[in-house]
């Protein structure tokens, strides 16, 4: 059985910076092509934040993050991680890794079958 495991997630001030890591258990990291992180915030809709390629070597990210979020994964580690930095307010939400087996990389909810419970990231102004 896939499970996945977020942590990383707290309190910070705006401009600061987290490090979310999401483990892979069940299958090895490096059967899963499609690796992406999504948030939700309180009333809304999961919300696309980056995806990247198998072997790490593509990513591509939401433009509101862009420039201050990076993922990146350790297939031998199988994890996937997401470095925050120049924290805003509007960045709070349930960050959650998601995984599929299938096809590329994407920015889409319904093309990934397996997620993580999520991590709570609340960046205070």
């Known amino acids: 059985q896939v499970q996945l495991a977020e942590s990383g997630g707290g309190l910070v001030q705006a401009g600061g910076s987290l490090r979310l890591s999401c483990v892979v258990s069940?299958?090895?990291?490096?059967?899963?092509?499609?690796m992406g992180w999504f948030r939700q915030a309180p009333g809304k809709e999961h919300e696309f934040v980056a995806h990247?390629?198998?072997?790490?070597?593509?990513?591509e990210y939401a433009d509101s993050v862009k420039g201050r979020f990076t993922i990146s994964r350790d297939n031998d580690r199988n994890t996937v991680y997401l470095q925050m930095g120049s924290l805003k307010p509007e960045d709070t939400a349930v960050y959650y890794c998601?995984?599929?087996?299938?096809?590329?990389?994407?920015?889409?909810?319904?093309?990934?079958?397996?997620w993580g419970q999520g991590t709570q990231v609340t960046v205070s102004s």
């Open positions: 998601a995984a599929d087996f299938l096809g590329a990389p994407s920015r889409n909810v319904p093309d990934y079958e397996h």
């Open positions: 990247i390629s198998r072997m790490g070597e593509r990513a």
């Open positions: 069940g299958r090895a990291l490096i059967d899963f092509p499609r």
